[in-house]
């Protein structure tokens, strides 16, 4: 059990760290005119789409990770 809840802890990290990574780079990619930030993807594309490459993988990760704590969940007596 103490696997399990460790287990949880990893998926909710792994989220919340894919989802920080995409919305900074949905602010690099649209800027935010609030703060005056303007947009880097212009300037730096092929770093862009490879972050968002890498955030799409992680995100497809991150579910795979999910599915497998769920079946390893569905597993205990």
Do not use: R, Y
Not at 9 to 35: D, E, R, W, Y
């Amino acid at each position: 059990m103490a696997v399990l809840v460790g287990d949880l802890v990893m998926v909710g990290l792994l989220f919340s760290g894919t989802g920080a990574a995409g919305a900074i780079g949905l602010m690099g990619s649209q800027g935010n005119k609030h703060v005056m930030w303007k947009k880097v993807c212009n300037v730096f594309g092929k770093f862009c789409h490879q972050a968002a490459a890498s955030v799409a993988i992680t995100l497809l990760a991150s579910i795979v990770f999910m599915l497998l704590v769920v079946l390893d969940a569905m597993k205990l007596p």
